[in-house]
């Protein structure tokens, strides 16, 4: 069964470095999705992103957030000046269509340690 | 305000029913899923109602009554593998998942 992947699995980098996580969705889905999940807490929207353009994005994905689908098939996500509160499971996701009743697909995520 | 509730947590032994309520509170409803995480991994779909009534898929099923903003996750025969957090999500508009906190099963022997 296809599935979405994620590069790396887990990320260590340095507070203000810039880091950029790497998802690789299914590929014949049109519609593409970042969340975050703090240790402990819940899943949390972060953008979506449709027709190589962000449909939406939530308070938490400000001006250091950035997303990319730089070939037909890579979407990254891309945190300019990491700060520590950034650390946090990283989940790509992504639809086939924009029915309702499909799933969103998730990878294994990535995760972020900020130091 | 916008928000989803679920218990934070329930115990049960192999063999028995399980049924995990969610409410919700929010604008641009659109649905309501079932997500299931082991250990901080994939959250893997497990069910989703658009309308109201229940949809049965294997040992799980789902209901949704939207005119009381309810829905519940019933896991019958329960197994040791369905220990894992289940998590309702409500889908608004543009396809995006708002996630409840989630409920951590604990299946006993």
């Known amino acids: 069964e296809p599935e979405v992947t994620q590069t790396p699995s887990h990320q260590v980098t340095q507070m203000g470095q810039e880091v950029i996580l790497r998802c690789v969705p299914i590929?014949?889905?049109?519609?593409f999705y970042w969340y975050r999940q703090i240790l402990g807490q819940k899943v949390e929207f972060l953008v979506s992103f449709y027709n190589n353009e962000i449909s939406e994005k939530s308070e938490i994905f400000d001006d250091q957030f950035s997303v990319e689908r730089p070939d037909g098939s890579n979407f990254t996500l891309k945190i300019r000046s990491t700060k520590l509160e950034d650390s946090a499971m990283y989940f790509c996701?992504?639809?086939?269509?924009?029915?309702?009743?499909?799933?969103?697909?998730f990878g294994d995520g990535t995760r972020l340690s900020i130091l | 305000g916008q928000s989803l509730e679920q218990p934070s947590e329930v115990t049960a032994v192999e063999g028995a029913i399980v049924q995990i309520n969610c409410t919700y509170q929010t604008s641009g409803f659109y649905g309501l899923s079932w997500y299931q995480q082991h250990d901080g991994g994939a959250p893997t779909f497990l069910s989703y109602n658009a309308l109201d009534g229940l949809e049965e898929t294997g040992r799980f099923s789902s209901f949704l009554s939207r005119s009381d903003s309810y829905g519940y996750l019933l896991l019958q025969e329960l197994q040791m593998k369905d220990s894992a957090s289940y998590f309702c999500?409500?889908?608004?508009?543009?396809?995006?998942?708002?996630f409840g906190a989630g409920t951590q099963v604990v299946v006993t022997p």
């Open positions: 999500a409500v889908t608004r508009l543009g396809g995006k998942l708002q």
């Open positions: 590929s014949n889905h049109l519609y």
């Open positions: 996701a992504s639809r086939v269509d924009s029915n309702s009743n499909q799933p969103q697909h």
